[in-house]
């Protein structure tokens, strides 16, 4: 689902208080007895929470996650942008890792660390985006997959994002950072359930 919220307005506003998912994905209007689950904590980049729904009759949760979140990773889709492309942009990977995360800083962890950090992030948006270019060719269109063909593509800096929105008929079969579940595939759980569906979060924008 796309939300109009940043994850700064996200926060001000408890949205996650407000979020309501009326009927179940799985089952349909009526036909089983969907109740809240709570919520659950999410970290960073600062302390918020995500909605839950349960299906008893599915044995199955359903995370009412906005679209700026990575999924199943700390932080969000922008985050993970802005590693990939500033590592891009840097000399090398252990350039870019001393850039975002300095040495110097509390809390800082290792070079090693950090390189290795900012490795997965890359790994994670270059595998994306090779299955993106297959699932869509023509968001390419003969250029090599890239954030910043993308980018020029889809006309935004928030491409992962907007490829949340794009892919969401495939998110079942996606990895993380982007799509859900990918233990098994498809998404499909044992005994058939899906697990971890991004459900309607007002105020969130329906498609």
């Known amino acids: 689902m796309e939300t109009t919220l940043t994850f700064e307005e ?19 209007a009526g036909a089983c007895h969907l109740q809240g689950l709570g919520t659950y904590r999410r970290k960073v980049p600062a302390e918020a929470f995500v909605a839950r729904y349960y299906c008893p009759e599915q044995h199955t949760t359903f995370s009412l996650l906005p679209d700026f979140y ?15 492309a500033q590592a891009a942009a840097s000399t090398g990977l252990e350039h870019a890792a001393e850039e975002l995360r300095p040495g110097d800083e509390p809390g800082a962890v290792t070079l090693s660390v950090a390189v290795a950090w900012v490795r997965r992030r890359v790994a994670w948006v270059r595998a994306l985006l090779v299955t993106v270019a297959g699932l869509f060719p023509e ?37 993380p950072p982007l799509g859900l579940n990918p233990r098994t595939p498809w998404g499909v759980a044992r005994g058939g359930a899906r697990q971890q569906s991004i459900g309607p979060d007002p105020p969130l924008c329906r498609r």
């Open 10 to 28: 996200y926060v001000t506003s408890r949205a996650w208080e407000q979020a309501t998912l009326e009927v179940c994905p799985l089952c349909g």
């Open 139 to 175: 968001l390419f269109a003969g250029e090599r997959p890239s954030l910043q063909a993308l980018r020029g593509r889809l006309g935004t800096s928030r491409v992962l994002v907007a490829l949340r929105g794009i892919c969401e008929p495939y998110l079942y079969g996606l990895p």
């Open 70 to 84: 990575a999924s199943r990773v700390p932080g969000t889709l922008d985050d993970i942008e802005h590693t990939v």
